[in-house]
């Protein structure tokens, strides 16, 4: 529904478990002509980044959607994909990497595509995903970074609940049509991402042209300033829908909060459960919801923690022989901060192994006291839930 708010000119995909319902309802609106898109088939989810990144060059507003090992598949066009500052969307209905095999969910699939440079974002329920979908069109066309909406697959993917779907209308007001920057063109041919050498040099009309690493210092800045425009949007759609998810990062119940919870996307909303009801048992918890991972709201943690005490970051997914990458991040942006608070991390439902909130508030209630403070267990994850 959000591909056809957004009017998307090209879509692409390759199905793969829980991504298929996204490609397949899009195949079966286009073949009905409920929706004015081209869709394309293709052989692999290889060849749907090459699809839409061709499609944008060529100044047509595109769309994707993959997981797991369909999101790995792609790896190689994600990093073209931003270096060419393609304005592509992508769902990543989130699934767990094998091997061994599993087709349920955790986000190690799209936490380990986190530095091919594209901006992701994080939703925690089904009427997030069609908002931050529309939301991603409007940022990526505005500082030209393709976006990747992720979303847990199963868990919200296969779940129905109600979503408040805003009138063409409203969406064509908030979402002007793409403008690419630059555009190929039979009648103007010209070359796009040649090889470039190490070093600016000049042209064979005499203009100096930048080196690689410039390219990559623009794509880091774009990604930069991102961060205000990702809130900007939020705030615009906030103002013509009603609703806002946060921009950033978004806070529950942390005004007070002596010891704040982590996370990112329906993980969220488990963790305001733990809340509600340790907060009845007079413990000060609260949730603080990373939306945006890249690039990073360090400045909104660093404000949304300014009363904890203590930060338990729960994720599913991880960084091999270090810890989380969530809470990496974490401590990250609260170094050198006065939020110089301890971050506990704990490694959560991977390959979709069940995170109930009882289990969320015993952590909080152990880490209550002394134990709150105690920094030495800042460089080992936790795992929760083993066998």
Known sequence: MAVRLCRVQVASAYPITPQSPVSETLARLVESGELATEFVDVESEHSAMAVV????????????????????????????????????VMACVNRAVGAPWSILNDQQDSISQRDTGWMQMYARDNQEILDTIIQAFKIAESVYVPVMVCYDGFVLSHTNMPVDIPSQADVDAFLPPYKPQYVIDAADPRTYNAVTLANPRRDASGLMRQGYMEFRQQLHEALESAHDRIKQVDQEFAAVFGRSHGGMAWGY????????????GSLGMEATVAVDRLRQRGCKAGVLGIRAFRPFPKGEVIELLRSAKTAVVFEKDISYGSEGAVCSELKAALYGSQARIPVHGYIVGLGGRDVKARELEAVVEGLTGAGAMDGRQNGKPRWLSLG
């Open 53 to 88: 990144s061709a499609s944008s060059l060529v100044g047509a507003r595109s769309f994707t959607a993959t997981s797991s090992q369909g999101l790995a598949y792609m790896h190689e066009m994600l990093h073209w994909t931003a270096g060419a500052r393609l304005p592509v």
């Open 253 to 264: 119940s942390l005004d007070d909060a002596e010891i704040a919870m982590v996370t990112m």
